[in-house]
């Protein structure tokens, strides 16, 4: 009796043989096992393909958002420029008039008030300039406790008046190492530092600093090594519809701010060719991680003209993490 392999599809047998009821049984096993790979390799490929889809998906939405970010960076950066000039001129002639004025009258506290509201648009205006100019990454070499500990001192004034505590942790399993643009994120950092304060409302909670290297999918299939800065708080979390949108410029929560803080932090990121992941933690606070390549693109600026924009194809938000 031939033995029919459990991997292989069954052969006919010959003209005129007839099976007995074991073989037709062994047969039978054998077309079953067959048909049972089939469709698991079929739901694989279905499952692949809708993987697929899926980052194709990702990307053009992340390619639109670049172009989008560029367009808008260069209006925002046209019209900061118009605005400028009147404010220094509305500026002079408050000063002009105030010292003319005695300093106890009415009218010179009025004067006093219009300098503090030119001054306050005045911070509008160069946060909008800063966010719309261009964005050139010079790298060197650091490590994600060396970011962490920049941005720490960066924050030192507002930490230090904070009532929580600030824990500190890199992977132990790996320095970290990579090649970045210290300066623009030691910047990226301190903002996710003051977002997160802001977020816990100035009461008693943690601060969570952590760097890992995790293999990830690109956009286009490949997978690379990232080195991930992740930063965590215990504040009350941040709602799904707030995540789609806290990166676009000038979207707040907040009564002030210009609501560029966190666009500048995509900015950076998508300038270095990494992308940011956005979810809950297990204290249920927030979840940022800032997932970087380990040596940026050669000469990657992030500008204001929309055709620099189209190449730029690994740049997101993500509000899961990341498929591995």
Request: glycine share 8%; charged share 25%.
């Amino acid at each position: 009796m031939t033995t029919l392999s459990s991997h292989a599809p069954p052969s006919a047998p010959p003209s005129g043989v007839t099976l007995d009821a074991d073989e037709f049984k062994e047969l039978m096993s054998a077309f079953t096992d067959t048909t049972r790979q089939l469709e698991q390799t079929h739901l694989a490929l279905r499952q692949e393909v809708a993987r697929l889809t899926e980052e194709l998906d990702e990307a053009n939405a992340q390619l639109r958002r670049s172009r989008d970010l560029a367009a808008l960076g260069q209006m925002a950066a046209g019209i900061a420029h118009e605005i400028r000039n009147p404010l220094a001129s509305i500026q002079l002639y408050a000063q002009m008039l105030a010292a003319d004025l005695p300093d106890a009258s009415e009218s010179h506290a009025v004067c006093g008030k219009i300098s503090r509201a030119v001054g306050r648009l005045d911070g509008i205006v160069h946060d909008v300039l800063h966010f719309a100019r261009e964005t050139r990454v010079r790298a060197q070499a650091t490590s994600a406790v060396d970011l962490f500990e920049h941005a720490r001192l960066e924050c030192e004034a507002l930490l230090t008046r904070w009532p929580g505590r600030v824990e500190v942790h890199v992977d132990a399993s790996s320095r970290c190492d990579l090649k970045a643009d210290v300066c623009l994120l030691t910047q990226a950092l301190a903002n996710l530092i003051r977002n997160a304060i802001e977020a816990m409302d100035g009461g008693v909670g943690t601060l969570r600093f952590a760097g890992e290297r995790r293999r990830m999918r690109r956009a286009d299939g490949r997978r690379v090594e990232r080195v991930v800065l992740i930063v965590e708080d215990d504040g009350p979390g941040i709602p799904e519809d707030v995540v789609v949108r806290m990166f676009n410029p000038f979207f707040t929560t907040r009564p002030t701010g210009t609501g560029l803080g966190l666009a500048i932090v995509h900015r950076i990121v998508d300038a270095h060719g990494g992308l940011i992941n956005v979810k809950r933690a297990e204290t249920g606070g927030a979840r940022v991680e800032l997932c970087l390549p380990v040596r940026p693109p050669t000469a990657r600026t992030n500008s204001r003209t929309t055709g620099n924009a189209g190449s730029r194809r690994d740049s997101t938000v993500r509000t899961t993490s990341e498929r591995r």
